[in-house]
């Protein structure tokens, strides 16, 4: 199917339904502890009892997308490893083996990895072949991706978010494997962020001083080649940085977030390119934030501005940068703990005694 820009800017995203959260916060109210004795995590499980119009919702079965796919602009030396890693882990990816497999058995959630944009004609064993094109373009040279492949590589993420819920997922969380993606999300959060684009670079998985020099010139470079001032409309300077700087793998993830708006579907982010991805779905289509929980502070420089800029504070601080959504599975446990809690937590009716008053 050949996608219009149109098909991406109609798609409408119903709001969580507000009497739902106001009866979750109720229920909170009836268990026998101080009110909003669990601080935002009470706010949490409220969110997500909206997103699914249920006040006692269920998070068993769970997914974890992770989006893969090569980056041109790492011909440019902005990463310690090259291309061939985004290869190898993507097969670790397929049998089970990878960092994020390992994390997501223990917090039970299957891994769902997608070749978005792999450079290789190679068929991947447990790997789901959505491939658009085998890696972007250099962005130094040329658009990362022309229109046609960005809204394919968009729609691949929405459908995936659409199959997974007819499949009966209770949750979702985005995560990504690419190598160069740090330096296009850096790229891509300095185009929509403004301010010194130093701010946003970091050294990825471990680049030296030299390195990290490098990698900050490269954007700088790219923000000067590139006017996005021109678009005065939101939708279309989100797509065009998105197109020009992003990659397939963000792309992907931008479609992940909004797929799962679409279906009513908490979806977790995980740490920078993840959050910028999210970024990027809120301002192509409003609404896709109340479906969208924050996970981690990674130790990208970019991550905490991502979140701040979507209103959002992240749950855990553990200075990650491991990628593959592992900072997004970290939050599971906690998840099932609270929620646990808030299903099946004592009333104060069950200690006959009187509830606490709320004054605020």
């Not at 962020?193 to 471990?206: C, H, K, M």
């Not at 601080?317 to 599971?332: K, S, V």
Request: hydrophobic share 40%; net charge negative; with cysteine.
């Amino acid at each position: 199917m050949i996608y219009q820009k149109k098909d991406l800017y109609e798609i409408k995203i119903e709001r969580p339904d507000e009497e739902v959260y106001k009866k979750a916060k109720d229920t909170w109210d009836q268990i026998s502890k101080p009110i909003d004795g669990l601080g935002d995590f009470e706010s949490l499980i409220c969110r997500i009892a909206a997103m699914k119009r249920d006040v006692s919702p269920r998070l068993d079965k769970r997914s974890l997308v992770i989006m893969c796919a090569d980056n041109g602009i790492v011909e440019e030396g902005i990463s310690q490893s090259g291309k061939e890693i985004t290869l190898a882990v993507a097969k670790a990816l397929g049998k089970g083996i990878s960092s994020a497999c390992s994390i997501g058995r223990t917090a039970k959630v299957e891994v769902y990895p997608v070749d978005i944009g792999i450079d290789s004609d190679e068929k991947l064993e447990g790997v789901f072949d959505k491939k658009v094109s085998k890696g972007s373009r250099n962005f130094l040279k040329e658009p990362a991706m022309s229109m046609e492949q960005t809204l394919e590589a968009v729609f691949v993420g929405i459908e995936t978010a659409q199959q997974l819920s007819k499949d009966g997922k209770d949750i979702l969380a985005v995560g990504e494997m690419g190598i160069g993606n740090t330096t296009t999300s850096a790229a891509v959060l300095s185009a929509l962020l403004g301010g010194d684009s130093d701010e946003f670079v970091g050294r990825g998985a471990g680049l030296d001083d030299a390195g990290l020099l490098r990698k900050k010139e490269v954007v700088k470079r790219a923000l000067s080649k590139y006017d996005f001032g021109k678009y005065k409309d939101n939708k279309d300077k989100c797509f065009e940085i998105l197109r020009t700087l992003g990659g397939y793998d963000i792309a992907g993830m931008v479609g992940v977030f909004i797929g799962a708006a679409k279906c009513h579907l908490p979806v977790v982010i995980d740490g920078v390119i993840s959050s910028t991805a999210a970024l990027l779905a809120e301002g192509m289509v409003p609404g896709c934030r109340e479906y969208m929980i924050p996970s981690h502070k990674g130790r990208e420089a970019g991550n905490l501005a991502a979140l701040k800029a979507l209103g959002f504070e992240p749950y855990i601080n553990g200075n990650m940068a491991l990628g593959e959504g592992t900072g997004a599975l970290m939050l599971f446990p906690i998840l099932d703990l609270v929620l646990d809690y808030y299903l099946q937590g004592a009333k104060f009716s069950d200690y006959k005694i009187e509830e606490y008053k709320r004054f605020d």
